[in-house]
T-cell receptor
Framework: AQSVTQPDIHITVSEGASLELRCNYSYGATPYLFWYVQSPGQGLQLLLKYFSGDTLVQGIKGFEAEFKRSQSSFNLRKPSVHWSDAAEYFCAVGARTGANNLFFGTGTRLTVIP | NAGVMQNPRHLVRRRGQEARLRCSPMKGHSHVYWYRQLPEEGLKFMVYLQKENIIDESGMPKERFSAEFPKEGPSILRIQQVVRGDSAAYFC????????????FGPGTRLTVL
């Protein structure tokens, strides 16, 4: 069965510090991989996605993520966090064939302290 | 190009009433997905529709919930005889093509059942 695990429910970092949000997945084959961000009371915005090719993908707002097949991981990173990055972050996986629905992790809430 | 639109943004219903949630996909998108987000949880897939067809409703509760995407007009998620446990944020997403395409999310409808 498909599943996405985000082991960190809540992370607090200082502004300017580096950030890594973890995501592990369980899937029958290599899925499509996504990171979304959700600000309070808002919908989800796509940060980046991995379909194929280079396993290090660049996204918007200075985020990047690395797909590691051997570890079934797709961790999100940012070298220097800004106060405006405070939000909920969701990792998601989708099938390469057939059904197109996404499976989401439970999210990681990021707090940024000045 | 307008994004995915959902209305109402907030909906309050008493137990036993009906809730109708509307979703207008992005222009040119013919695939619509509905997700539910319970408090403190990630999004859970409910149903995937194309124009006039339900493609996958494996995530939809068997009773009281229904969805449609008519040839003309928005997609509708209908919840009959709402109960308190239906209180959640309901998100609609749309995509232009099949598996792997980015899904663009609407701002969500927050349903509160009193």
């Amino acid at each position: 069965a498909q599943s996405v695990t985000q082991p960190d429910i809540h992370i607090t970092v200082s502004e300017g510090a580096s950030l890594e949000l973890r995501c592990n997945y369980s899937y029958g084959a290599t899925p499509y991989l996504f990171w979304y961000v959700q600000s309070p009371g808002q919908g989800l915005q796509l940060l980046l996605k991995y379909f194929s090719g280079d396993t290090l993908v660049q996204g918007i707002k200075g985020f990047e993520a690395e797909f590691k097949r051997s570890q079934s991981s797709f961790n999100l990173r940012k070298p220097s966090v800004h106060w405006s990055d405070a939000a909920e972050y969701f990792c998601a996986v989708g099938a390469r064939t057939g059904a197109n629905n996404l499976f989401f992790g439970t999210g990681t809430r990021l707090t940024v302290i000045p | 190009n307008a994004g995915v639109m959902q209305n109402p943004r907030h909906l309050v219903r008493r137990r036993g009433q009906e809730a109708r949630l509307r979703c207008s996909p992005m222009k040119g998108h013919s695939h619509v997905y509905w997700y539910r987000q319970l408090p403190e949880e990630g999004l859970k897939f409910m149903v995937y529709l194309q124009k006039e067809n339900i493609i996958d409703e494996s995530g939809m509760p068997k009773e009281r919930f229904s969805a449609e995407f008519p040839k003309e007009g928005p997609s509708i998620l209908r919840i009959q005889q709402v109960v308190r446990g239906d209180s959640a944020a309901y998100f609609c997403a749309s995509s232009p093509l099949l598996a792997g395409d980015e899904q663009f999310f609407g701002p969500g409808t927050r349903l509160t059942v009193l």
